[in-house]
């Protein structure tokens, strides 16, 4: 292991993610100068009026270019993309995934934590993954230090169920991670 230390607010996030179901991704990445992993991209799922005193105590510091927005004239808070406004049509799983891939560089490494929606056996299930995001065309050096550096980021996060390793959008489609859970 490196010894990069994680920011607190990443843990933070993950726990809105796994126990509030504020956020279906978080995107993690280094920060400017490679000696901590931050919090980047996040897709938060509760609108304002459904935010409890827990919830915003782990939104808090969000703002409007971390967050994705499927549609501009949905409500966005910060840098959140809200979605759950009960008079407009919630988007569908694929849409959210495709807005995560979106927001994954083509020439950068990430990691990230997508709390993905499955069919299995007939029966919905929701999984944990986290994603090492490191393409083809990203720099041997940020390649070597996103290996060496994502095992501390993972101990931090209890409740991961799948870990995935990707180098190319093949690898991380909706229907390989699928397919990768199936298997579990």
């Given at each position: 292991?490196?010894?990069?230390?994680?920011?607190?607010?990443?843990?933070?996030?993950?726990?809105?993610?796994?126990?509030?179901?504020?956020?279906?991704?978080?995107?993690?990445?280094?920060?400017?100068?490679?000696?901590?992993?931050?919090?980047?991209?996040?897709?938060?799922?509760?609108?304002?009026?459904?935010?409890?005193?827990?919830?915003?105590?782990?939104?808090?510091?969000?703002?409007?270019?971390?967050?994705?927005?499927?549609?501009k004239e949905k409500h966005t808070e910060g840098n959140e993309t809200?979605?759950?406004?009960?008079?407009?049509?919630?988007?569908?799983?694929?849409?959210?995934?495709?807005?995560?891939?979106?927001?994954?560089?083509?020439?950068?490494?990430?990691?990230?934590?997508?709390?993905?929606?499955?069919?299995?056996?007939?029966?919905?299930?929701?999984?944990?993954?986290?994603?090492?995001?490191?393409?083809?065309?990203?720099?041997?050096?940020?390649?070597?230090?996103?290996?060496?550096?994502?095992?501390?980021?993972?101990?931090?996060?209890?409740?991961?169920?799948?870990?995935?390793?990707?180098?190319?959008?093949?690898?991380?489609?909706?229907?390989?991670?699928?397919?990768?859970?199936?298997?579990?």
């Amino acid at each position: 292991s490196s010894g990069i230390p994680t920011n607190d607010q990443c843990l933070k996030k993950f726990t809105g993610l796994k126990t509030r179901h504020l956020y279906k991704y978080v995107i993690f990445q280094m920060n400017e100068q490679n000696n901590e992993i931050i919090v980047g991209h996040r897709y938060r799922l509760k609108k304002s009026t459904e935010l409890t005193a827990e919830d915003l105590e782990i939104i808090e510091g969000d703002d409007e270019t971390n967050t994705s927005n499927l549609d501009k004239e949905k409500h966005t808070e910060g840098n959140e993309t809200n979605t759950s406004n009960s008079d407009e049509e919630k988007p569908t799983e694929e849409e959210m995934y495709e807005d995560f891939l979106a927001h994954l560089p083509e020439t950068e490494c990430r990691y990230a934590v997508y709390d993905i929606q499955f069919q299995k056996k007939e029966v919905l299930s929701n999984k944990i993954v986290f994603i090492t995001w490191s393409p083809d065309n990203a720099k041997i050096k940020a390649k070597m230090i996103y290996a060496s550096s994502k095992n501390v980021l993972i101990s931090s996060l209890n409740g991961v169920h799948q870990i995935i390793q990707a180098t190319d959008m093949d690898e991380v489609s909706f229907a390989s991670i699928e397919e990768k859970l199936q298997r579990v």
